[in-house]
Structure formats: C-alpha cells, structure tokens
C-alpha cells in the first residue's frame, strides 16, 4: 500500500545538476521524516540529507553541503534533492527513506534511482 518511487536519475558530466523526485503513495510526507540515502557498489549506505522537524528541519552530509537540497511540496506529496556541482564521488544509487513512528513503526524505501558522474 505505501510506496516510494525515486526519479531523476542519471549519467551527467561532472559540474552538472539533477534533481531526484522521491514520490509517495500510501502515507503523507508531511507527516514524517524524509531522508535521502546513497550507496554506491562495496560501500555502506550513507546519509546524505534529513528533513526533520527541528527549528533546523534540514541537515547535509559534509561532502554535499552546499551543493545539495533537501525540499518537500506537500501538495504533490513528494520530496526531492536538488544537486548541483556533482562530482564523480557522488556516484551512486539514491534511495528516499521515510520514517513512520505511528501507529507503529515501519520504514519505509524507494527502489532506488542511479547517479553517475563521469566525463
């Protein structure tokens, strides 16, 4: 019944911009922390950005800080990450995650869109 879906991956040249759609079904993103994860082939998962509920509802990773954004449009119950100046170590597949802590917790992925930064 829920679903994310990613979108807006890519191959582009280093310096370029995409800007990944994470979609969802099922559950509202307004209601949950969204986080983007990357992972790229023998690496372990990393957090790239958090959008949360503090008064500083966005966090980075230190290698895409300035270059990434997380955002939401409630309205189209999608979140998305805007990354711009990509370089090749951005290579990866990216998954949205959202948390869900009521009625009880699941967590929840998308399938995943590639990334790759090559020239």
């Known amino acids: 019944q829920v679903q994310l879906v990613e979108s807006g991956g890519g191959l582009v040249q280093p310096g370029a911009s995409l800007r990944l759609t994470c979609t969802a079904s099922g559950l509202s993103l307004s209601q949950w922390p969204v986080i983007w994860y990357r992972q790229a082939p023998g690496k372990d998962r990393e957090v790239v950005a958090i959008?949360?509920?503090?008064?500083?509802?966005?966090s980075y990773a230190d290698s895409v800080r300035g270059r990434f954004t997380i955002s939401r449009d409630d309205a189209k119950n999608a979140a998305y990450l805007q990354m711009n100046g990509l370089k090749p170590e951005d290579t990866a597949m990216y998954f949205c995650?959202?948390?869900?802590?009521?009625?009880?917790?699941?967590?929840?992925w998308g399938q995943g869109t590639q990334v790759t930064v090559s020239s």
């Open positions: 995650n959202v948390k869900v802590f009521t009625p009880r917790f699941s967590d929840y």
């Open positions: 959008y949360g509920y503090t008064e500083r509802p966005t």
